[in-house]
């Protein structure tokens, strides 16, 4: 066996360097898009110095934030159908740290991204290290046993040739449909530096080809007899539609059968907008044509979707309907008593349209869904298109001047978002037109994503215009990235919509009879303080972007017209309404309420929760 002497740092770079992945078109390009980077003393000297060596072949990027960086990493996959990856990696103590809620945002999306942080010293010689968590009754902890709850895989590599085993089982993982999410390795900082005889072999690792698991015969037999009993059927869309590719096969079934197609927050763009068997959103942030179809459907096929509370209106939505789970994951396929049918998403639906034969759904079902449909765009017309001119516009409005704006982008936008209010208007009222043009994450729904994730999608789409929707809660929180992207080239426009406040969770806490407390920024000042005034335009200036306050609707449409003519990154900012909301559709959502209180309208909330409890199934 041939062998060249290498330090760990350097076997793993040039691994991720050389691995490649085939895709649908049978092109093969790089699985590793890139490794972003925030050095420290945990990884500058050891792989800081591999990276360095091995930057023509394998992209190194600074970012400001560590969390933010591995949102960006996340998103770049998402944005790919999780066909490529990109890698992070951090210094140990905050900066691991830093990673864990990204992490956690991964896994609960089934998201792939290599996690590197740094880890102390596995000789314990020079214990304790800077930054070093000591553990009274454990000494092999770090801060980095942080990361095992919310990985797929997790290792601590504390000798150099554990990585010959370690690092393939990471990727294996991260590109196995059913299993794909974050891994960690640890990498002690010592390891890191220490040389061994590693395999050429290594250093040339198999194309990775992404697994199309067939359906089992008797779980799809099952299933076609279901549907084959079904009159009034109806297909709600997960992201892993999107993740396999299934959106021909998704349009091919429901054409084929007449069954009409509702979608998920991740799943959303399965579909054209203008499809006329696309109802729209589901569920708690839903359409009216998609969640009347649902409280009405006699059978409900969930197609890569895990069936979340805010798709399932916390179970109160589909009533007694049959249920099917076509998921490549059997954890999700079963969920909530539905019939199995483990399977890729694209795979299972061709395998399923073949199963029922010349099947289809009752006619007037059929015709009844595409009314729905129908005058669920016509009122989405209404609804974004509305210039207030009296009061303060809110988010529907803003999405129509966003949306409108974009005549003469041929790819189409992407638009990005994960928190507040804002994904509820989107997932109504937002038109894509290709697949993976609605960037939503709501798995999670992780405030500060969204600047970051949208530098993520602007490295995996270079080519389209990607709009970051933000409400001023998410852009203070994380904002960082703003610079990056202006540092990298990576244009974004960033539309910033000030509330003042937390105006979503303001709205709940009214709704579930709380008073004004601890949201909105004028809620919030005490006896001796000062009213808050943030000017985001001027800050997001100060990071380098091009940034403008916007008084009206009028002058929004202006600006995002010379932001698509710019060549760097823009920030737009427009005072919004907190109250006003898209009152059409939605569903229930159970938020617990106090069963006592001395408030009457908190008794009052809590009549309303009793009353939604019982449509639980």
């Known amino acids: 066996m041939k062998t060249i002497r290498l330090t760990m740092a350097q076997a793993l770079v040039r691994h991720l360097a050389a691995l490649r992945v085939e895709l649908d078109d049978g092109s093969v390009v790089p699985y590793v898009g890139g490794v972003f980077s925030i050095f420290g003393h945990g990884n ?64 609960v999306n089934r998201l792939p991204v290599l996690l ?12 304790p290290v800077l930054q070093q968590v000591e553990d009274f009754g454990h000494g092999d902890v770090s801060a980095n046993d942080c990361f095992k709850p919310v990985t797929r895989w997790f290792d601590r590599i504390t000798r150099p040739e ?29 390891v890191q530096a220490e040389a061994f005889d590693c395999p050429e072999s290594f250093l040339q690792p198999a194309v990775i080809r992404m697994r199309r698991a067939q359906a089992d015969v008797q779980e799809l037999r099952a299933a076609a007899e279901l549907l084959r009993r079904a009159r009034r059927p109806l297909i709600v869309a997960g992201g892993g539609v999107l993740y396999s590719q ?23 763009s399965s579909l054209r ?35 979340q509370d805010f798709t399932t209106g916390s179970h109160a939505l ?117 697949p993976g043009n609605y960037h ?58 000030d509330n003042r406040g937390y105006g979503c969770i303001h709205r709940l806490q009214r709704a579930s009879g709380g008073p004004r407390f601890n949201n909105l920024l004028d809620d919030c000042v005490p006896e001796g303080g000062s009213r808050s005034t943030v000017d985001f335009a001027a800050h997001a200036a100060s990071l380098g972007a091009e940034a403008v306050h916007v008084a009206d609707l009028a002058a929004l449409k202006t600006a995002m017209h010379k932001a698509r003519a710019a060549t760097t990154t823009q920030v737009i900012v427009i005072d919004t309404s907190a109250e006003r909301i898209t009152e059409d559709g939605g569903a229930w959502w159970e938020v617990a309420i106090p069963e006592v209180s001395d408030r009457a309208e908190v008794d009052e909330a809590h009549a309303r929760y009793v009353a939604g409890k019982r449509e639980q199934r």
């Open 116 to 127: 590197l942080p740094g880890d102390v010293f596995a000789s314990r010689a020079p214990d």
């Open 44 to 107: 500058v000297a050891g792989l800081g110095e591999a990276l360095w060596a091995g930057r023509e072949s394998l992209p190194t990027l600074r970012a400001h934030n560590e969390q933010a960086m591995a949102h960006a990493a996340i998103a770049y996959s998402k944005a790919q159908f999780r066909r490529r990856i990109m890698a992070v990696t951090t210094s140990i103590g905050p900066g691991a740290t830093n990673l864990v809620t990204a992490a956690a945002l991964a896994h």
């Open 440 to 497: 939503v994450e709501y798995g999670y729904s992780c405030m500060g994503y969204e600047i970051a994730g949208g530098l993520g999608v602007k490295l995996a789409r270079p080519h389209q215009e990607v709009i970051v929707m933000v409400g001023d809660g998410s852009y203070l929180m994380m904002n960082s990235e703003i610079a990056t992207s202006v540092m990298l080239g990576k244009k974004l426009i960033v539309v910033v919509l």
């Open 318 to 434: 589909f009533g007694d309907a049959q249920r099917i789970g076509l998921n490549v994951q059997a954890f999700d396929a079963a969920k909530w008593g539905a019939a199995p049918l483990v399977a890729d998403a694209r795979v299972g639906l061709q395998q399923l349209h073949a199963a029922v034969g010349d099947w289809r759904a009752d006619d007037n079902w059929t015709v009844r869904a595409k009314e729905l449909s129908a005058r669920w765009r016509q009122r989405v017309d209404v609804l974004t298109r509305h210039d207030p001119r009296d009061e303060l516009p809110y988010d529907a409005e803003v999405i129509g001047a966003v949306r409108d704006s974009a005549a003469d982008s041929p790819a189409g936008d992407v638009v990005v978002c994960a928190a507040g209010t804002l994904p509820a208007e989107l997932h109504k009222l937002w038109r894509a037109a290709e």
């Open 162 to 190: 554990q990585i010959l085993t370690s690092l393939p089982r990471a990727i294996q993982v991260m590109s196995d449909p059913a299993l794909c999410g974050p891994v960690c390795l640890a990498l002690p900082q010592d």
């Open 246 to 268: 299934a959106g021909d096969a998704l349009q091919t079934f429901a054409q084929a059968h007449g069954v009409p197609v509702a979608e998920t927050q991740a799943g959303k």
């Open 273 to 307: 907008w203008d499809d006329a068997l696309n109802a729209g959103a589901i569920g708690v942030t839903g359409s009216p044509a998609a969640n009347t179809l649902a409280r009405e459907a006699d059978l409900v096929l969930a197609v890569g979707s895990r069936l």
